[in-house]
């Protein structure tokens, strides 16, 4: 099984409080409530991506576009063939070439930026000078041939028609108000369907007037937005848009306060809205104005918690082949707005079918004396949020208008969260549905976390699993965006510094059966005929994306438990594992490759016990030990993972013959890359790769990472023996040690002088039997070394053959012919 500390296995049956029906006069009680259901609600598992690759990993390879005068590329469009990628920057409009394998290619710029007149008076309305340049926010495809492009134009907004082919702008910029907001922070969002533009956005300068509206209006229908005499939004952020053909519905998801919750002056709700493309506004009542109009509460919530309130994201997973439009799916990013639940992150999943049963039932009544809302008892004369209302009597128009609050909530998919995230805060996710071998489709997120990792999850009936997580950016980004493209299998991220591409999966990655079984990558599979791990298009590859059986998935590789330790001997010649020259009383340290962080590393000898006085496990998995004559010999590195041994190294650690002639072993000096071995210790051929890859990513502690380091660190490659630092250091440590032996010695003599009874010599001599004089001895240098080696781990140092760089990464064989 995967390592999931259950942080709290509390259940919380104490505590019956449906929160959406609390209506509270007491404000601290409430509080009280949520404090205490906060500090209940962290019965969490944690999630831990198997895998990490940071940033300039060679396990993942990343293409990234820069250039110094292009900045702020956060509004991502896809062509439609996935070749070319359309970029909102700052003050310009980008057509990105995305065909190639390496590279991304600038292929056409359209500069657009406020004028100086335009931007002195972005100035003199108090604005800073930074926030006046042209921010595009909207980009969307008008038809085949154009694309249509709002910019926030120094706090007066434009938009404007770009030829797709040549880039250029095809009519004079228009006015972008209430389709693009004035300030480039504000959220918005924006659709394009069928040449009609829907939008949700702030329509004024300050920000405080909220509109969903339609324009560019096709025919003679004309542009809508919302009634503002009622309050149908109250401060939203709008998050997304997106368009259900079937339906012939725009759905918008935004936050907002909401009002029908009358205990707290600001609870912040999650909506959904629609309305239908086919609306025209009233003919008297509600002219120009949205008939269709309805909203909804979507509420993230696992039994008895706190709610995860906020949306951050969202993003359409339309229905597998076959299934129903009404099986769509929308996946959310909700964080809370109570401290308690801070830098946490749920995800739930909302079926369309709910949406409209919810949006097809009673809605909430707006008491205007008392301003309390309640469901609405009297007779129901039209149904709200019903397309085709054009030729309605004011009577329907004037029911509708008053009626757009959902009584009902919309509740997640299986009524409970996908998957909590206690550690990480996503902002951006997207979804993609992947066919494995087994022909069984998986839902897989790629989340993009606020520190600049993307985490790849599938979603299984246990729970969530992070395949991996890769590192896109360093610094913490104000406005990004992802864009998956299904078609060539890769995800855009947008930042202040640029685009990156990221392939949404690396098989080859994974070099063994179990390895690759193990990933439960649905993207990947062990295909027995080439020996390697591939897409997992044809159902001739091995996988286990529920369980990551590898005796199961990879019978057909004899890999299995029993053979682990048949060391030795293969057709008559022996392998005695990576020797390691030694000499006595120094420190030994054996490097253990962490292939993942759900792995957990254990050392063996054959015939021996490792006893935790002489041997110390260090957190990267390596051991470290003094050598004495007992403690020469063979070593293996079993590693365990969802109940699954593989012996990952072997050494074995002899006593040098002359100290001064031999040189490190088996160092190949400037490759320490991906050497291929083929050891017959399993009886089969098995090859197993060395790791040449950087091992920090699985040993690194809460995302602090220094890159770079893949390639080993040329300098300590090229530094050879370094006995002049090794004299200096010993003698450090002799001083230390004899300081750290007189202090004990002293101790002891006292100990001893204030003992009035017979002399202990019972006890001595137990002890003595015990362990012997030069073991304790060796036990005390060995801890006095550790501490040594751990000082100078950060320059990185030759010991005992086994060069250390500064990460502390293995650069040597682990397999010795
Ligand atoms: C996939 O991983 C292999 C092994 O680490 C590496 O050589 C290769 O460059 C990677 N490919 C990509 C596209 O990241
Ligand atoms: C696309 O829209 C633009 C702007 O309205 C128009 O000039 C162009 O002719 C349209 N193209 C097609 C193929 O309809
Ligand atoms: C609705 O009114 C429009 C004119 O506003 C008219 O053309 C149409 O036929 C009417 N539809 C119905 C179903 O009455
Ligand atoms: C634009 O990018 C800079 C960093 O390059 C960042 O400080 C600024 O906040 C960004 N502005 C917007 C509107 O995203």
Redesign the pocket.
Known sequence: MNIRPSVCPLTLNIIKVRLPHWRMENHSLLYLIMALLGFLSPCLTRLIPRVSFPLG??????THFSSHDVSNTTTLLLGKDGDMLYVGARDAVLELDVGHKDAIVLRNKLDWSPSEKDLEQCSMKGKKMADCPNFIRVLQFLNTTHIYACGTFAFSPRCTYINSETLLMSVKPEEGRGRCPYDPYQPSTAIIVDGELYTGTVADYRGNWPVISRHLSEGNRVDLKLDDTLGWLEDPTFISSSFIPHEEKIYFFFSEVGREYDFIDKFIVSRVSQVCMSDVGGQRTLQRRWTTFAKAQLLCQANNELPYNVIQDMDTLPPAEGASADETLFYGIFSSQWSVNSGRSAICSFRLTDIKSVFSGNYKFLNRDTLQWSTRVQEKIANPGKCGLHNASDNVLHFVKENFLADEIVRPVGRSLSMVSAEHSYSHLTVQRVQAASNRNYTVLFLLTESGYIHKAVLLQGGAHIIEEVQVFKQPQIIKSLKLSTSKGVIYVGTSEGVVRV?TA????Y?TCPQCVLARDPFCGWDPASRACVKASDSQTSQDVDRGNVEEACNSVSLTKKARFAVICISGSCFAGELVSVSLNEVVRLQCPVVSRLSQQLWQRPNSRLSPDLYLHLEDGSLSFVATPTTLGHYLCVSTENDYQQTMAIYHVKQKSSPISETPTSYIPGTGL?QQTSVGIWGTQVTIRQL??NLSLWTKESGEIKSGTQEGNPQVLARGPCYLTELMVVSVMLVLCLSLLTTILLYVIRQQCHRQTAPQLGTTTRNSNRSPLVEQEALRTDKCNIQALHSRQASGFVCNGVLIDSNGHLETHPYLK
Do not use: A, I, M, Q
Not at 57 to 62: A, E, N, T
Not at 506 to 509: A, E, R
């Open positions: 990993s060679p396990g993942r390879h990343l392939p690396n098989c080859s990655f070099w991906l040449g890859r």
